[in-house]
């Protein structure tokens, strides 16, 4: 049975910074390429940033570039989300997401893309992070 579990939410003033983790068992991690995802309040979920089953082709959308960096790190079975410079509109809840192909997550059409369901990409159950003064 597949696990994916993240964590490292919290609340954080404006300006400040959060890494979030992501871990994943029942699966092979390096075969799989992993995302993350988030949902504001009232919005559609959307990419976050993306990186391949190696870890060394990272992906970073909108205004997540500059300011948060994805990893993955596969001897240790880990990914991370390192998020700097956070602001209020970031406060949301931050999904894991593993599939076996990159492609499959299509960050060319992000935001507004969000895989469908299916039998080898899963979730994990979010991770709320909160900004405010």
């Known amino acids: 049975q597949v696990q994916v579990v993240e964590s490292g939410g919290g609340w954080v003033q404006p300006g400040g910074s959060l890494r979030l983790s992501c871990t994943a068992s029942?699966?092979?991690?390096?075969?799989?390429?992993m995302a993350w995802f988030r949902q504001r309040p009232g919005k559609e979920r959307e990419g976050v940033a993306a990186i391949s089953k190696s870890g060394r082709t990272p992906y970073h959308h909108g205004t997540a570039k500059g300011r948060f960096t994805i990893s993955k790190n596969n001897a240790e079975n880990i990914m991370y989300l390192q998020m700097n410079s956070l602001q209020p509109e970031d406060t949301a809840t931050y999904y894991c997401?593993?599939?076996?192909?990159?492609?499959?997550?299509?960050?060319?059409?992000?935001?507004?893309?969000?895989?469908?369901?299916?039998?080898?990409?899963?979730w994990g159950q979010g991770t709320q992070v909160t900004v405010s003064s």
């Open positions: 029942g699966l092979t991690f390096e075969d799989y390429a």
């Open positions: 997401v593993a599939t076996p192909l990159f492609s499959t997550f299509q960050p060319e059409s992000w935001p507004g893309y969000v895989p469908p369901p299916s039998d080898s990409t899963y």
